[in-house]
Structure formats: structure tokens, C-alpha cells
């Protein structure tokens, strides 16, 4: 999956300004898990997504996210949610900036997803009505894609892999407590094979001694880290309790 250090971070720094400028307009916004939009907005400019797709059920700062990663791509978003919150969500959006980034569309994402083909970025609030039924329906970019599944709380589980005529092409993660990642077309031995030959960094794991938590970090060859949030935010890293 082709890389660029510098839209990641772009996306991520946005995002950090832009949820946290949110933040203050209303207090009751929070977020489940810490930096979790920071890192969707940034993995999906990282991979360069043009068409992003986000089912959500409420108005959430995931939208913010993907819409400033699509700003940094020269993508775009549709955002697929209720009726009832379409008025909430777009002030939100548009209080943020962004509101050339997005597309709402209101109604059943059963029958709206089908609309949209090769998707790059998709992301499912599991909070959604049925959303495991989606991975039914979805047509995401068989040649690189990622679809991210959030809100895995009170017992739901993500969607396992499953997707529509992606069999034995899913590469499945658990990022934090509540968020599921998964690549598309990271199994294909002779293109992984190439990308390994080309590549110029390295991953990087430490290990938090008192959280157990794995940090990984994406490095050059010449030692300094790609991830450049790290010197001027928090850390940013993939997340995965052992």
C-alpha cells in the first residue's frame, strides 16, 4: 500500500485543531477512545483515499476526520446518516471548513452503499442498525482499501474479515478497545514482496511496561521517525492492547 508521510501528517495536525476547536464549541463532544479520529484522518490521507465512505448514526468527529483527510488527498467523503441529525452534522461540518469535502446522503445505507464503487477508505459506526449486514454490500477497492469498524462496545464484535469478495485479501487488526482495521490487498505476495524490496523505513515496536500496550512506529533508514505528530502533539502510533 503506497505511503505518503506527508499527507498523514498534515491530516492528523488538522484534525487535532479542528476536534478540538469543535470540542469548544460543544462540550458534550467526546471521543470513546483517545486520538482515535486523529488516526483514521491519518491513515486514511497516509494511503491516499479518494473516495472515502463513512456510515455513521449521529453527528460524530469521525466526519471531521475523513473530511480533512479527503482535503489533504483531493478526495472526497459521503457521509451516509439519519435524517434527524443531517442538520447537526452538516453545521458541524461547516463550522469546520469543510464543507466542499462532504457529501451527505440521508436514508437506509443498505440500499445507498451499492451507489458507490471501489471505495478506499470505508468506515462503519457500529452503532448503526445492522451494520454487519453492510459488509454485504460495500464494494471497496480491491487493489488497496481499508475499512475501519468503530464503537465495538457492550459485547458487538467487528466484522471479522468478512467482506464481499475479498476472501483470503483481508488483513484483520484491533486497534484500542473499540475499533476494528482492516487492509485490503495486503496479501498479495508478489506486490508485498516488491513494496519490501523498494521500501526505505522500518517499523518499530516498543512495549509500554505498566499498560502492556504495543507502540509501532514507522522509521526511515536514516533514523528519524516519520511520524512527525510525535514531536508536536501526542504520539502517533497503531494502538494494540496485548
Known amino acids: 500500500m503506497e505511503w505518503s508521510v506527508s499527507t498523514a501528517t498534515n491530516a492528523y495536525l488538522d484534525t487535532l485543531k479542528l476536534c478540538k476547536d469543535q470540542r469548544r464549541r460543544q462540550n458534550s463532544w467526546k471521543t470513546p477512545e483517545p486520538e482515535s479520529n486523529e488516526f ?20 460524530s468527529p469521525s466526519t471531521i476526520a475523513l473530511a480533512a483527510a479527503a482535503r489533504q488527498t483531493g478526495g472526497r467523503l459521503v457521509c451516509i446518516l439519519p435524517e434527524r441529525v443531517l442538520d447537526e452534522s452538516t453545521k458541524a461540518i461547516k463550522d469546520s471548513g469543510l464543507r466542499d469535502m462532504v ?18 477508505f470505508y468506515f462503519v459506526d457500529c452503532q448503526t442498525e445492522n451494520y454487519a449486514r453492510l459488509a454485504n454490500v460495500v464494494d471497496v477497492n480491491p487493489r488497496r482499501s481499508v475499512i475501519v469498524a468503530n464503537h465495538l462496545v457492550g459485547g458487538k464484535e467487528g466484522l471479522g474479515g468478512h467482506v464481499k469478495g475479498m476472501k483470503d485479501r483481508v488483513e484483520v487488526r484491533s486497534i484500542g478497545e473499540d475499533m476494528e482495521v482492516m487492509m485490503i490487498g495486503r496479501t498479495d505476495q508478489k506486490r508485498a514482496s516488491q513494496r519490501k524490496q523498494a521500501t526505505k523505513s ?9 499498560s502492556g500496550e504495543e507502540h509501532f512506529f514507522r522509521m526511515p533508514r536514516s533514523g528519524t521517525s516519520s511520524m512527525a505528530p510525535t514531536q508536536r502533539s501526542k504520539e502517533f502510533t497503531n494502538t494494540v492492547r496485548s
Open 40 to 59: 483514521i484522518s491519518a491513515l486514511a490521507a497516509g494511503m491516499k483515499a479518494k473516495l472515502i465512505v463513512e456510515v455513521t448514526s449521529g453527528v
Open 103 to 120: 457529501d451527505f446522503r440521508t436514508g437506509d445505507p443498505y440500499e445507498l452503499l451499492p451507489s458507490y464503487e471501489k471505495i478506499d
Open 202 to 210: 522500518k517499523w518499530i515496536v516498543k512495549v509500554d511496561k505498566e
